[in-house]
């Protein structure tokens, strides 16, 4: 068995409903069991900007997949909630990152794990950090507490 991090983040739709269903769909994916969730944050639209806010979260999983086949079950999941991929950086019912599997570092041109960008934004850094503050990154060798970026426009949402 192996822990990896997903981020997640909806900004279309009832955002919160969206994010608990994507959380209860992969705790119900075969090989796959959700172990600890963060609290949710609410952050302003990053690339494309004319957008509603979103909400992001970070997951840990416990599972036996292997990364290809996490990431298959990540885009499954976005399907189930309607994801559509029009615009890079648009708007989205949902939205699930692998952000680090393991000690795992992958290069592929479809996976790349560490997640590429995840170190850039807070609103993936922060919410990590909740639940992993302690992991040591595998490329860095720091801590995600170390790696976080402080931002006052990721806050904690309240619903």
Not at 46 to 74: A, D, R, W
Not at 101 to 118: F, N
Request: net charge negative; proline share 6%; aromatic share 6%.
């Amino acid at each position: 068995m192996t822990y990896a991090y997903l981020g997640l983040g909806s900004n279309v739709g009832d955002r919160l409903s969206q994010l608990e269903q994507a959380i209860e769909i992969l705790d119900h994916t075969e090989n796959i069991n959700v172990t600890q969730v963060s609290p949710v944050y609410e952050t302003e639209p990053v690339g494309y900007v004319e957008q509603p806010q979103f909400l992001n979260l970070c997951i840990e999983v416990e599972t036996s997949l292997t990364p290809k086949m996490l990431l298959q079950k990540c885009l499954q999941t976005e399907h189930q909630l309607h994801r559509v991929r029009d615009i890079r950086w648009g708007p989205r019912t949902l939205d699930v990152d692998i952000l680090l599997y393991g000690d795992d570092i992958i290069e592929e041109a479809d996976l790349v794990i560490p997640h590429p960008r995840m170190f850039e934004r807070a609103f993936v850094l922060i919410p990590l950090n909740d639940i992993a503050g302690a992991y040591k990154e595998p490329r860095s060798h720091k801590t995600i507490e170390e790696l976080v970026i402080p931002d006052d426009s990721v806050k904690k949402y309240k619903a």
